[in-house]
């Protein structure tokens, strides 16, 4: 009966149909997002045993637990930050060979200091190459300074165009084992988040420049690692919690999706679905009425701490 009413009805028939699909749609992407948190970790030996990587920001927070986690595996980590100091001491924690490399990134409008990069870089044979290095300014636009402003655009974008740039032909002569580069992004370049408005401007950027350069070089892997909140200094070290976790988690959920775009640790992968799920309006509301104002005290607290200390 039902069946005969449809046919009837050649408008709803097709209205039938296309909600039919939407909801296959779906469910093949709730799969999706299924597979993504139970996958097997991905086999790092792909990438040549005894091989390079090299890590931008690798001085502390994200940059220095990827050290550590991938030194563990057997590779071999050039470490690349401002910090020759602090450099020093992530290489004594390291199981494996290291080489320091000093760049400030601030100084990223000298296009001197990628040459000198890849100087010392020199004939070693990276597998891996992760853009890690970041700056923020998280306030409303009008009173961020313009200093600020050039910093967060200066260290987020020109970094990860220009080492994509320098390490893409080196990557291409390794032929026996699979090359990759990971572009650390952030959520925020997924979503377009209020206070955070250059620091996610700049982050979309990489976003961007990471899909084009995967689709234009697919015999190399060329993904994003796209954190929600990290407890760094870049979030003054807030403690973490259901929605921030630690750098080592952090790095964890890199290793283990390896070759894939992913926001790493499941938790953000959680938070991830959800808030690109939300109405952009609702979570507009909710980072400027309730989450904002709370980190900006934190961070306004965890400045006058630091004054007073010294």
Known sequence: MFSEYIKAYPKFQTLLYILGILGLLKCTKMLWFIWKLMRPSTNLKKYGNGSWVCITGASDGIGKQLAMKFSQKGFKIILVARTRSKL????????????????????????????????????????????????????????????????????????VTMLCKRFIPQLLRRRSHKSAIV???????????????VYSASKSYGEYLTSTLSAEYPELEVFALRPSEV???????????????TPSDCADGLLKRMGWNTNGHWNHEIQAEFYLFAPRWLFNWVMIKFIAPQWMKERASTTDTQKKNN
């Open 183 to 197: 572009n650390v992004t952030s959520l925020a370049g997924q979503i377009p988040t209020p206070y955070f408005n």
């Open 231 to 245: 407890s760094t200094n870049m979030t003054f070290n807030r403690k973490p919690d259901l929605m921030t976790i």
């Open 88 to 159: 020093e001491a992530v290489a004594q924690q390291l199981q494996t060979e290291s080489h320091i490399i000093v760049a400030d990134f601030a100084q990223s409008m000298d296009i001197k200091l990628f040459d000198k990069i890849m100087d010392e870089v020199g004939e070693r044979d990276v597998s891996i190459v992760i853009n890690n290095v970041g700056a923020d300014a998280f306030n409303r636009f009008h009173l961020i300074s313009d200093e600020e402003i050039y910093k967060t655009i200066i260290v987020n974008c020109l970094p």
